[in-house]
């Protein structure tokens, strides 16, 4: 690769400029660590584990019950579930049938994920066994392409005793009852065959997954990735990622056979979690600690601390929301986090004094990165140590990654080092399209000097020293905890209320969470409504994250000549109450 501004300074020293091998199948993270480390622990989920052995086993499986299902290479299977050890089961079987995984938020409500299912045209789905989710997921399904389902009950990798004193006790979760139709997870693993099926993967062009997201705006697309996409990024994470792994040594990437325990805080639907904690965790042949509800314990979070105390988390990526969960945590001085070695920050700002802090309580490294989901997502990364890491920056661009900054107005013209414009980035990591959106895809892409660039909706430049500065956004796109929002996605669901005559949707910053959502909603002629009628609409129909935590009404909502509402003046007026 050609040397960029980048390479010039502070270039983390023994990181190549480019690396290779990356051409091969998602799966074989999974086969060539249970060729390896076959009794190694890869899960662990309430002190029950699972070898990297009985992964793979479950997963070629779950690939030949899929296949007797009639599924074929190229059909989508979705995922509704938390961070059960489970997943990397079902994921990695997916995959192994030649299927597309659709990876999909278990707490969406109905509405959202028949969306999902409709537009990926799913014909298998995974869900967990409880009293909400199954029942949702069945919802969902009416009017889809859905022919299989299969119900996961909790109870499967819990230790024995739990597992008895929980059915004894009624304490472990499930629907109260169930479609004679579906199927139960434990009887499919053991009625399937365990050899791998044959199927033929082009890395290049196959798809692995399709994740859904707004882009740059509008309602949620499904963002196409290959296997390459993930091979690469997950092995490029691996090469960057340099620290001492004891108190006066040599900086080394991450060490390999059972090291190190990642920490499963992440929703692993997300591809920031799959591909920094679940892949990464297997590329690795390490731990995973499976956390399915980051918030669980009293007070929330405790149950997290106590996990890192337990097992001995070293390796953690989260959004700022975690940290800040972690510093300000009131029991923080009676647990034991120093095994904490390398932590990845990212998908929104990270406030510099509450890294500070972090640090100070750990021990760790806390290093800021920046991604997208349409590319799998890491695509630039602070070095991972203190003496080159730049706060305030989100690093350079990764090994076989190029970014430009381009014009905001056509994205054709390539701008000069520190002016702002949009960040454009090609490399291996970045998707093959969005799913079935040929004018979408187009809208998103350009070439220059004949290579192909996404355009990332973000606004931003290069320091002096080739450090990456994101500085704002170019579209409406809502940071709410490390989570996107996209205000039409909300706007959408609002629409569905039959009070409400128009909706806008726009970010307000909150000092905690980054940004809230706010709903400016202008009501039918004739009708009333209350605040707590729209937040109770809101908490049936979308998940938390997304749901407006404001909401005014108003007469008339500001549009345009052509009558397109103006979200950007109504964010500048919030702007401007906050600047008094």
Known sequence: MQEKLWHQHNWPEGVAHEISDFEKPVTTFIDEAARKWPQNTYTIFQGATRSFAQVKETADRIANFLISRGIKKGDRVAIFLPNLPHYPAIFFGILKAGAVCVTCNPLYKAMELNYQLKDAG??????????????????????????????????????????????????????????????????????????????????????????YTGGTTGVPKGAALTHSNFVFDVKVVQEWVRYPHEEGGSPETVRLGGFHTYLGVLPWYHSFGMTLCMLWSCHTGSRLI????????????????????????????????????????????????????????????????????????????????????????????????VEQRKFGSVGFPMPNTDIKILD???????????????????????????????????????????????????????????????????KDLILVGGFNVYPRDVEEILYNHP??????????????????????????????????????????????????????????????????????????????????
């Not at 989710?133 to 024995?160: H, N, R």
Request: charged share 25%; hydrophobic share 40%; with cysteine.
């Open 122 to 211: 799913a014909k298998a789905v995974f869900v967990m066994d409880h009293p909400q989710f199954y029942p949702m997921a069945q919802k969902a399904a009416e009017g889809t392409d859905i022919e299989t389902v299969v119900v996961c009950s909790v109870k499967s990798y819990l230790p024995g005793l739990k597992a008895f004193l929980g059915g004894l006790l009624g304490k472990i979760p499930a629907a109260d009852k169930h479609d004679p139709g579906h199927f139960f997870f434990d009887e499919i693993v053991v009625s399937a065959k365990s050899e791998p099926p044959a199927v033929e993967i082009n890395p290049l062009e196959d798809l692995a997954l399709v994740i």
């Open 290 to 385: 499976c956390i399915p509800d980051p918030r669980a314990g009293k007070p929330p979070f405790t149950d997290t601390l106590k996990a890192v105390q337990k097992y001995q988390a070293t390796v953690v990526a989260g959004v700022p929301t975690i940290y800040v969960a972690f510093t300000n945590h009131p029991l923080l001085n009676q647990f034991d986090l120093t095994s904490m070695q390398a932590c990845g920050s990212g998908g929104a700002p990270l406030p510099v004094e509450m890294a500070r802090q972090f640090e100070a309580a750990t021990g760790a490294v806390l290093f800021e990165g920046y991604g997208l989901s349409e590319t799998s997502p890491v695509i630039s990364l602070n070095p991972t140590n």
């Open 408 to 474: 905001s107005d056509t994205g054709q013209t390539e701008l000069s080092q520190g002016e702002d414009g949009e960040i454009a980035v090609s490399g291996p990591q970045v998707m093959k399209e969005y799913w079935q959106r040929p004018e979408e895809t187009a809208e998103v892409f350009r070439q220059v000097a004949g290579q192909r660039f996404f355009l990332t909706g973000d606004i931003g430049h290069f320091d002096e020293q080739g450090y990456l500065i994101i500085t704002d956004r170019k």
């Open 499 to 580: 009070k409400v005559e128009m909706a806008a949707v726009v970010g307000v910053p909150h000092e905690k969470s980054g940004e809230v959502v706010k709903a400016f909603i202008q009501i039918k002629a004739g009708e009333q409504v209350s605040q707590q009628e729209i937040f109770d609409f809101c908490k049936e129909n979308m998940v938390g994250y997304k749901r407006p935590k404001l909401v005014e009404f108003r007469d008339s909502l500001p549009q345009s000549a052509i009558g397109k509402v103006l979200r950007r003046e109504l964010r500048d007026e919030e702007r401007a109450k906050q600047d008094k």
